[in-house]
């Protein structure tokens, strides 16, 4: 009787936490507004300033992680105990990524299940990681050396945007 | 008698797996439910599933296996999380055949979640999350609680101060501060797998012993191996001597 009972309260509480969980706003990333000085102009001078700027976010792309050097978008990234930086990744879908991943204190990893990606880091070395993004949606990425009490929350989200 | 009390004095089976549905719960809030529901689901499922199948078989009677259950949580609760199916399903599976097949001395040796995580270690070079973990202060205090529980903060100490020793040691030659070893240690894998009864020396003395060496061949990976899962691969060669220290030590 009594371990009955337990057990329905234990599902309870876990059904009301999976609810929680699930009606949870995901915190995405947000996009970076592009701050604009506004100044009196001639007509000419805005239309060239329009055309430079699509020419500028197109290149740089805002809204994406890192820089895009002779068509694959380089992203750095830092682990040490016990955080990724940046903890969120954004790239566009098709493209050829290449993380440039870094340890700066103990030995960690990148583990990115959806794309079946784990690189170990060795503390201080530079360590490249190149993938197609082919697949899009929110992905899950996890240190994937065991690094110490708080590996278990070392994670952060790959975001393959359409 | 109000419901922290109820709790408090309900089997301890039950306990553990109040215990690990919360950080199951906390964890599933800090990495989305997509990443962590779909392999609780298969390794629980299959726990319990082959289990009870393989006691109703022996039994001839409808079985619920809860200790199938803690395996399975444990399971789900170490692999990264949004791990492809297959894996939670075939750590589980090993986890319950290796319970009923690799006896000695007619218990089951190998604490049956660890075994199933450090074959798919090396079956499917996966790595460990250990996600039940995402926070550390709940990890603290809920596991003191199960340990003491459990009669089981002596092991949990031997290991503990084994591991500071050893590893602070080896941190301070190394030219690192010695409370980095402190940092090493694996909370969840300590107040939740190191202390399971089953697997471990019957008496105290000889639990001590077991809790010494857990943390010794635990640092040593630490030191040598860095890139693979320490506590696994300790706790299974520990699980592997716990005959001898059954046989040796009688108090
Ligand atoms: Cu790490």
Known sequence: ?162 | MNIVEKIWKTNIKNQLILVLSIFAAVGMFQLGIRNSLPQLVISVTTAIGLDSLIIYKKLKKPFFSTSALISGLIIALALPPGIAWHIPLSAASIAIFSKHTIHIRGRHNFNPANFGLLLSMFIFGTYLAWWGATNTWLVLLLGTLITYRFKRIHLVLSFFITQSILLGTYFVLKGEPFLNSILMINLFFIFVMLIEPKTSPIHRKGRIIYGVLTGAFSSVLIATIPTLDPSVVALALSNLLVPVINSKVKE
Not at chain 1, 35 to 50: G, I, K, W
Not at chain 1, 131 to 155: E, I, L
């Open chain 1, 1 to 162: 009787m009594k371990k009955s009972t337990l057990l329905i309260v234990a599902g309870i509480l876990l059904i009301t936490l999976l609810l929680y969980g699930c009606t949870r706003k995901e915190h995405g990333q947000e996009m970076k507004p592009v701050a604009e000085q506004e100044s009196a102009m001639t007509e000419y001078a805005e239309e060239v300033e329009l055309k430079e700027r699509e020419k500028r976010v197109s290149e740089s792309d805002e809204e994406y992680s890192g820089n895009k050097v002779n068509g694959v978008r380089e992203i750095k990234i830092e682990a040490r105990q016990f955080a990724f930086e940046p903890v969120t990744i954004v790239v566009k879908k098709g493209e050829r990524v290449r993380l440039i991943a870094k340890s700066l204190d103990v030995t960690h990893g990148l583990g990115i299940e959806a794309y079946n990606i784990d690189q170990k880091l060795p503390p201080g070395q530079e360590k490249f990681i190149e993938f197609t993004a082919v697949k899009s949606g929110k992905f899950h990425f996890h240190c994937s050396v065991y690094c110490g009490t708080g590996h278990g929350k070392m994670h952060g989200t790959l975001i393959v945007k359409e």
